[in-house]
């Protein structure tokens, strides 16, 4: 992965942090999910449960352990270029995780690329939050992170609690996540894409408005955490 050019040519370094934090969120989930040992009867109805739970906890770390590590930092001067570059190495080892889980689940090619489009949308809208929070100080961090945790929680609260309609829980990464990847071989619903592009056309959102509060630009540094 090459690392992004700034204004005056220099290039911003690869996140070692957060690429060796991420490796091991990933292991330990792996660990916790699946084991180091095979089961005795290895088959897909055996690590599909498991796969599902390794894919829960990633979207616990890339939505809450990813945004707190860089909102618990300093102002960061270069927020654009630096939550592409999170972005792209976040993006890059979620593949190395979800297509090889193919192999011991019974999720279909589509219900895969399913899952990985709804991992990659939802990373973007979370990268476009840190590009705009990470700019600043003080309030605009604390309200990023509980508007975060909100769109975790709140959507399943209200359905289960409330007896709102069920969909609305979907709308939680988390809930998402598990009713995709617990319909196991099964032919996707119809209108199973139009979440994804929606998630899509949110993060694009959440990018132009950082993009328009950083003025169209950004100044200069040697380096970016």
Do not use: K
């Amino acid at each position: 992965m090459s690392p992004a050019p700034d204004e005056q040519g220099r290039f911003l370094p690869i996140p070692r942090g957060l690429v060796f934090a991420a490796s091991g969120w990933i292991a330990a989930s792996w660990i916790i999910a699946i084991g180091v040992q095979p089961p005795l009867q290895p088959s897909s109805a055996v690590y599909t449960p498991a796969a599902r739970m390794l894919l829960a906890s990633m979207v616990v770390g890339g939505l809450v352990a990813w945004p707190l590590l860089r909102l618990s930092t300093g102002v960061r001067r270069r927020p654009l270029a630096a939550a592409l570059l999170d972005l792209a190495t976040l993006a890059a080892l979620f593949q190395i995780v979800v297509w090889p889980l193919r192999l011991v689940t019974s999720w279909s090619a589509d219900r895969t690329l399913l899952l990985d489009l709804h991992g990659i949308a939802w990373l973007a809208s979370i990268a476009g939050m840190l590009a705009f929070s990470t700019a600043r100080e003080g309030a605009a961090r604390a309200w990023t992170m509980i508007l975060i945790v909100f769109w975790l929680t709140l959507p399943p609260f209200l359905a289960t609690v409330l007896g709102l309609d069920a969909n609305l829980a979907r709308i939680s990464p988390l809930a998402e996540v598990w009713g995709i990847a617990s319909d196991g071989p099964a032919e996707l619903a119809p209108g199973a894409w139009r979440p994804v592009a929606i998630e899509f056309a949110v993060a694009g959102i959440i990018w132009w408005v950082a993009s328009a509060a950083s003025g169209g630009g950004e100044e200069s540094v040697d380096s970016v955490a």
